[in-house]
């Protein structure tokens, strides 16, 4: 809650911040009631995962990939990972939502 009131005006707010964010990351890291969770995100594949996230922000559909993945079938594939993203699909994703394709790793 002190985070969210912080942020209202954040470049007069950003020393604190700073010193509040790290304290937050740090706690998230290491207590033990975020081990199960780390653990989760740590092995889920971060191309299947921001696909999804794509899918879901933007109300798209398996079918809706055909130009930058091909078929509902891969696509289905990838979100399921059972199959990774290739080069070509991130390009082609990073360049249909203009975003980095680093989120993809």
């Not at 998230?28 to 780390?38: I, K, S, T, W, Y």
């Not at 399921?80 to 939502?97: A, C, M």
Request: net charge negative.
């Amino acid at each position: 809650a002190l985070m969210d009131e912080l942020i209202e005006d954040y470049d007069a707010n950003l020393l604190l911040i700073d010193v509040l964010w790290s304290k937050i990351h740090a706690y998230e890291e290491e207590a033990p009631e975020f081990q199960e969770f780390n653990s989760r995100v740590g092995s889920m594949d971060a191309g299947a995962s921001m696909l999804r996230l794509l899918m879901e922000q933007h109300n798209l559909t398996m079918s809706d990939f055909k130009e930058e993945i091909g078929p509902k079938s891969s696509v289905s594939m990838i979100c399921n990972e059972k199959r990774s993203l290739t080069k070509e699909h991130i390009d082609k994703l990073s360049k249909r939502f203009e975003i980095s394709p680093a989120l993809f790793f």
